[in-house]
């Protein structure tokens, strides 16, 4: 998690007026209200929910239809095996430190890089931040209090709960959906008839009792997370870059980062390959198929950049991981992760669950090679080892395969419940012998896109937000793409007239028939009406007056949200036309 955003907390005018905005119109405000509200929980109002729906939606057709992947919706709670596996339980913690004073739990890291210049304090050991603490006197960001001599501790991000009554079967909210898509491998690989590479992708909820939630829905303990979990064989398959080598990249490598006049530089994907500034192909074709979709969707291209990661700075499991950032009031956040997590997650669940996470390598022509095998004499096992006699068979099979030194002495010695072990290797039935083998069992890697769909929505909004003046007015306007705009059209009567709103009323059910989503506004002057629509990035607005009721060929005035240029248009062209619009194939100037 690598958040440079907390360098400001609501203090930039854009991002205030967002949250104002979005509040008073529905896209995004704190849950349970009523009730005083609660930390680092929103709900998504109508505006919101379609918005992020819209989203989703768009993502994913991009990264599961078009690329061919599959889709799985796993549950939210999971039992305490998994996270023990997938090293969640011991290492996805965060440092925190209380205040002596008022009490407020802090992100010690984030206090740390707020106030001194260190800038990756998340790599830092805990004795190292409270010497930092200490040495540059930092103090309580709520109330002031010094902070110095305050332990700094661990804390687990994961909410944890009970499956079913008692406490003797724990579980925890997923951390990220990925985990959910790993625990099920062993029955994936039979829907993707076990051939790799195949990709697995979820669009759903995951949950982090974050210390200190902040910046309203970018820092938050619910979120919605899509994540493709791109399953691979590391030495066969390879990406077709062709398709994405020509894609235009900002990039900020780790060497960057880590010159202090260093920054970031455009390129494109091929040249970042060939130069071997992203290392990994899989790595690079995804970061190629996301920024036309980033753009697609919304995001301003010029306050976007991939960001690498620092290597203290990665997470648990993987071997290299770029970020998707994009600029908001002046800090980049982060809202995406491209991450290369080896064969971590699969070997893992393999050790800890005995099922087999592994998938078949078939070799071009059957190969042929040594193998190692045990027989043991059972006549002297059972009698030296009672019960553990098939266990003490399963140790030696192992050894065999493992290290055939072992059987090169007199005796071999093998570990038994904490003790060493001898037996005379002639009791083993040791023999090395040829077979011809027609392929091989390998743990797939896995190369891992994340996105925050929280944060994007955010950014997408923010980079929309628009403030000018029509008319000798003000007026506040979201410029959002029509592919994701919650409304691609409001129709409007006139005036209060029983003729003007039963052709309004055939509009809206005609336009809904073309499958466009519609809002009908009668309430309040035209001008009004429209300063509505703007404010909730609506991109065309339909106005029936008295010209359309009494033409012979009725039209209606289409009006375009971020021009204001208003066009007539026939009633009867009208789904045609906008739906034309809404699909990327005509434009209004064109009209
Ligand atoms: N499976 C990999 C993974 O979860 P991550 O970088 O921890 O990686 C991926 O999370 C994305 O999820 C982030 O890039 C961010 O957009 C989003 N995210 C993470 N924590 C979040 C939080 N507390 N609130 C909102 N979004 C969050």
Redesign the pocket.
């Known amino acids: 998690?690598s958040e440079q955003q907390h360098a400001d907390d609501d203090t930039d005018s854009t991002s205030e007026k967002l949250v104002e905005l979005a509040k008073r119109r529905g896209y995004f405000f704190q849950s349970s209200g009523a009730y005083g509200g609660v930390g680092g929980f929103y709900t998504f109002g109508p505006q919101g929910a379609a918005l992020k729906g819209n989203v989703e939606d768009a993502w994913r057709d991009r990264f599961a239809v078009a690329e061919g992947n599959m889709e799985i919706d796993a549950p939210t709670i999971m039992p305490e095996p998994v996270f023990e596996a997938s090293g969640h339980l011991d290492g996805f913690d965060d440092m925190l430190v209380e205040c002596p004073e008022c009490g407020e739990s802090h992100r010690a890291d984030h206090i740390v890089e707020d106030n001194t210049m260190y800038e990756d304090a998340e790599s830092l050991e805990i004795p190292e931040v409270e010497e930092v603490i200490a040495e540059y006197e930092l103090v309580c960001p709520s109330c002031g209090a010094g902070l110095a001599g305050q332990a700094v501790e661990d804390f687990n991000l994961m909410f944890a709960t009970n499956i079913g009554p008692g406490d003797s079967d724990p579980g925890y909210l997923r951390?990220?959906?990925?985990q959910g898509i790993f625990v099920e491998f062993p029955r994936l690989k039979e829907y993707a008839r076990n051939q790799l590479p195949f990709g697995v992708t979820q669009i759903g909820r995951?949950y982090?009792n974050?210390i200190s939630?902040r910046r309203s829905?970018?820092?938050?303990?619910e979120?919605t997370?899509a994540?493709l979990e791109y399953f691979i064989d590391p030495e066969v398959d390879e990406p077709d870059l062709s398709s994405v080598e020509d894609v235009e990249v900002t990039l900020y490598p780790a060497s960057e980062q880590n010159e202090e006049d260093g920054e970031a530089f455009e390129t494109t994907i091929g040249e970042a390959v060939d130069e071997n500034i992203i290392t990994d192909p899989w790595v690079a074709y995804f970061l190629g198929v996301a920024k036309p979709w980033y753009e697609a969707v919304g995001v301003d291209m010029d306050r976007f950049r991939y960001r690498q990661h620092l290597a203290g700075e990665r997470?648990h499991y993987a071997s290299d991981c770029w970020?998707a950032e994009s600029e908001i009031d002046g800090n980049w956040i982060?809202?995406?992760?491209f991450?290369h997590r080896g064969n971590y997650d699969l070997s893992k669940h393999a050790e800890h669950s005995g099922d087999r996470f592994t998938i078949f390598r078939q070799y071009d022509e059957p190969q042929t090679i040594e193998r190692a095998t045990v027989d043991p004499d059972m006549s002297y096992l059972g009698p030296e080892f009672g019960g553990d006699a098939q266990v003490v068979v399963g140790k030696l099979e192992d050894l065999a395969a493992r290290d055939r030194e072992a059987f090169e002495g007199e005796t071999v010695e093998f570990e038994l419940e904490g003790e060493t072990h001898e037996i005379p290797v002639e009791k083993t039935g040791f023999s090395v012998g040829e077979e011809t083998i027609s392929g091989e069992h390998i743990t797939p890697h896995v190369v891992?896109p994340?996105?925050?769909v929280?944060?994007?929505v955010y950014t997408v909004l923010h980079h929309a937000y628009r403030e000018d003046e029509v008319d000798g007015e003000d007026r506040t306007f979201l410029e959002l793409e029509p592919e994701v705009a919650p409304t691609f059209v409001g129709v409007f009567p006139l005036q209060s007239d029983d003729d003007l709103e039963a052709q309004a009323d055939e509009i809206v059910e005609d336009l809904r028939e073309a499958g466009l989503s519609v809002t009908y506004d009668d309430s309040g002057n035209i001008g009004r009406r429209y300063r509505r629509q703007d404010e909730v990035g609506t991109p065309f607005c339909v106005t029936v007056d008295y010209e359309t009721i009494e033409e012979d060929e009725t039209t209606v005035t289409v009006r375009e949200r971020d021009t204001t240029d208003q066009k007539r248009l026939p009633v009867d062209e009208l789904a045609e036309t906008l739906s034309a619009i809404r699909a990327g194939d005509l434009e209004f100037e064109e009209l």
């Open positions: 998690m951390p990220e959906t990925a995951a982090r974050e939630p829905i970018i820092r938050t303990r979120f997370q994540e997470a970020d982060e809202m995406a992760g991450a891992e994340s996105f925050g929280d944060r994007l």
